[in-house]
């Protein structure tokens, strides 16, 4: 009897349990809660930068970096583009060159602009033109393709005319007038008109423009004034036109023995052969 009633027992307890365990595997698991959201972060402010004025110039695809080329070495630069050689044997023969170089490493301040003719512009010269220059008008040349300061490729409207060049500023002798028209920019000497062909090298103390033409100054061909006539030569000439006109009034003046004197003259030689001529041919037709 007992038996059966631990029998029983342990099958009402084996009962239960399966029943428990049932429960719990049919109840849901509890999802996790979410993770809280990050609050939003305000959007960045984008600022846009103003858009940097075109240049009038365009590069050239021959140019020097500015990070390869050192700015205070012409030649290097030049060198590098390969079509200036005739303007770099004029800088070097002249010592312009070497003053550029120094100028460019001792100045804090300020620039310079080279207008820079390439061999080719060179050539087209007349001929023999460059080998018929003296020295002086040599360092005037190159120094006429030279401006005492920094120009920006899209500065050159700013610019006023005539402008200075290192050779001087004088619009009879030395006139270079800048034109600078939508994306040109054209240069006249009053003798070459030129353009502005494209940008060879620039940075924040040299810039150098390749022109198609070479920039020849105006007094190259200006015809020398003849030499003013002395003061004294001018004193003297009133003096000899009064004896002109002293002369011409006594020969007015003359009374007619004075006019029969002088018809007796020729040249300024009394005629006195024919009288003693004819003293002697009279007589003999009179014995005869």
């Known amino acids: ?4 009633q631990v029998t029983g027992l342990y099958l009402v307890l084996l009962v239960l349990c399966c029943t428990i365990i049932q429960a719990f595997s049919q109840t849901p698991a509890a999802s996790p809660k979410p ?3 990050a609050a939003a972060s305000p959007p960045k402010a984008t600022t846009k930068k103003a858009p940097s004025p075109k240049p009038l110039v365009p590069t050239l695809p021959q140019s020097p ?19 200036f050689n005739v303007l770099i044997r004029l800088m070097k023969t002249t010592e312009i060159m070497n003053n550029i170089n120094s100028q460019l490493i001792t100045a804090k301040t300020g620039g310079i602009t080279i207008l820079a003719p390439d061999d080719d512009a060179f050539s087209n010269l007349k001929a023999g033109f460059l080998n018929s ?17 920094f120009v920006a490729s899209n500065n050159f409207d700013s610019l006023a005319n005539p402008v200075q060049t290192v050779a001087g ?4 002798r030395l006139p270079l007038n800048v034109n600078a028209l939508g994306n040109s920019v054209n240069i006249s000497t009053g ?9 060879v090298y620039s940075d924040n103390k040299l810039a150098i423009y390749k022109v198609d033409k070479v920039l020849l100054p105006l007094d190259f061909f ?8 002395a003061p004294t030569a001018l004193a003297k000439a009133p ?4 004896e002109n006109t002293a002369a011409d009034d006594q020969d007015g003046d003359a009374t007619p023995a004075d006019q029969q004197k002088s018809a007796a003259v020729i040249n300024g030689k009394p005629l006195v052969s024919v009288a003693i001529a004819s003293l002697v041919v009279v007589p003999m037709m009179m014995w005869s």
């Open 191 to 199: 003798v070459v008109n030129a353009s502005v062909v494209g940008v």
């Open 133 to 149: 220059l003296d020295e002086k008008q040599k360092i005037e040349l190159v120094q006429f393709h030279i401006l005492p300061e």
């Open 222 to 229: 200006q015809k020398a004034k003849p030499p003013a006539l």
């Open 1 to 4: 009897m007992k038996k059966q």
């Open 169 to 172: 500023k004088d619009p009879e």
């Open 65 to 83: 970096d500015s990070s390869d080329a050192a700015p205070d070495d012409i030649t290097k630069i030049l060198k590098k583009a390969k079509i």
């Open 239 to 242: 003096k000899a036109a009064k």
């Open 35 to 37: 993770a809280p959201k």
